[in-house]
Nanobody, 118 residues
């Protein structure tokens, strides 16, 4: 059974930081492109960042609205992907979802709420 379990969300003031984690089980983690998405109330789900491991190299992609503020990383020995979020803004408030994708396989976590407010 595939499980993606996010953690690390919460309430933070503008300018603050949070680190999200997503622990995967039931998949060959290193094969999967891992991604963070987010969905704010009344808006569509959007991709935040992706990371793909090919050999010993990780290939990263970021949405323009998080470049320079967020960092995605993964630890293939722990089957975990992370999202370090710095300089948070109120518009970053959303439910953040972890996704694992490989060929025709696509799995989602349950999401973790991030609220940026003073």
């Amino acid at each position: 059974q595939v499980q993606l379990v996010e953690s690390g969300g919460g309430l933070v003031q503008p300018g603050g930081s949070l680190r999200l984690s997503c622990a995967a089980s039931g998949i060959n983690f290193w094969l999967y492109t891992m991604a963070w998405y987010r969905q704010a109330p009344g808006k569509q789900r959007e991709v935040v960042a992706t990371i793909t491991s090919i050999g010993n190299v990780d290939y990263l992609n970021y949405a323009d609205f998080v470049k320079g503020r967020f960092t995605i990383s993964r630890d293939n020995t722990k089957n975990t992907v992370y999202l370090q979020m710095n300089s948070l803004k109120p518009e970053d408030t959303a439910v953040y979802y972890c996704q694992a994708e490989y060929q025709n396989y696509n799995h989602w976590g349950q999401g973790t709420q991030v609220t940026v407010s003073s």
